[in-house]
């Protein structure tokens, strides 16, 4: 998800079209490399039937197809001219004689993004005339997200997603209230009775989780609309900002560590996360933080490289304790305020 809201992201700031298209039966046009049987279907086979099928191409439901669907599609790909970018393998970059082109891939969803429309309308045919593709014009929704566009930018939202979530506990009905948990409020071992049947509850964490995609903050959020804004005036510099609570778990005193990056004023990049060790220190928890950052960092610098921006001046972390400051400049390679 980094990805699509830093390929949007540069889309914007670029003033680029961007569009989609779907591939209808993706998986079917796979080809199959290993020997793979299977048993006659139902109505062309008798019980004591003893003759088996042969496959060809691949089969939803087969753990060889969306590799041989891949495949299948990078090739094709690469003889159009399209490089994969090794900071993401669903990146493929097109640039020649001043025309640049990205795809970003998704199973058999696709964005596409290029600075002249007739060069995107050019390799849409000639991914229509590859495979059974479906053109669906301007990007509008993708994976889940609401894209909406206007001359400040992308704004992304899940509201749809969002909206089914609520329906499904049954919440759909209620008033929306400013803070639906305690504020500051520490968690710890539940004492309750163990749910009997935890599919559900399972669930529905982890469709909240896919909810931060276009939302920092869970706890805390707003309406059912919330979402975030790609700008396309701000500038094209990355800026992480990281923090960490030191011994914030109260039943292993490991700190949390926190971060998130812009792209110019845009939110790219965010995660929380406990640390996989206890710190001794504030200092030690909030220059954990700091590194954990500047790993996200490096990666999205070389992912703008392969979207076709070099990045050279060097990248601001914000951190707002003095000793982790002190510690990260003692290597002059850092800038770090």
Not at 10 to 25: G, I
Not at 138 to 158: M, N, W
Not at 274 to 285: H, I, L, P, T
Not at 320 to 334: E, F, K, L, T, V
Request: glycine share 6%.
């Amino acid at each position: 998800m980094t990805t699509v809201r830093l390929f949007l992201d540069f889309a914007a700031k670029k003033n680029h079209e961007v569009h989609q298209m779907d591939v209808h039966n993706a998986f079917l046009h796979g080809d199959l490399e290993e020997e793979v049987y299977m048993k006659l279907p139902q109505g062309f086979s008798s019980p004591t039937e003893t003759r088996v099928c042969r496959l060809c191409k691949s089969l939803y439901g087969l753990k060889q197809a969306p590799r041989c669907w891949f495949a299948k599609l990078t090739a094709a790909l690469l003889k159009y001219g399209f490089s994969q970018k090794k900071s993401d393998y669903s990146l493929f970059v097109y640039s020649k004689n001043g025309v640049s082109l990205r795809i970003l891939v998704y199973v058999d969803d696709l964005i596409i993004s290029g600075n002249y429309a007739e060069e995107i309308k050019k390799f849409k045919e000639y991914l229509s005339m590859c495979f059974h593709m479906k053109d669906l014009g301007f990007l509008k929704y993708f994976l889940g997200i609401e894209v909406a566009r206007s001359p400040t930018g992308f704004y992304l939202c899940q509201r749809k997603y969002a909206t089914e979530i609520v329906n499904e506990v049954g919440f759909l009905d209620c008033k929306p209230f400013g803070f639906p948990i305690d504020q500051n409020h520490k968690l710890s071992l539940a004492n309750g009775r163990v749910l009997a049947d935890p599919e559900s509850y399972r669930r529905l964490v982890g469709r909240l989780v896919y909810l931060l995609a276009t939302r920092l903050d869970l706890a805390y959020a707003g309406t059912l609309g919330q979402g975030i804004l790609l700008r396309a005036d701000s500038p094209l510099h990355i800026t992480g900002w990281c923090d960490s609570d030191h011994s914030g778990c109260p039943l292993t005193r490991r700190s949390l560590t926190g971060w998130i990056v812009q792209f110019g004023s845009s939110p790219i990049s965010w995660k929380t996360k406990k640390q996989d060790v206890v710190s001794m220190s504030s200092a030690e928890a909030e220059y954990r933080a700091m590194n954990a950052l500047t790993k996200e960092l490096k990666w999205l610098k070389s992912l703008l490289f392969d979207l076709g921006f070099d990045h050279v001046k060097p990248i601001t972390i914000r951190c707002d304790n003095q000793a982790a400051i002190h510690i990260s400049r003692a290597d002059p390679r850092r800038c770090v305020h």
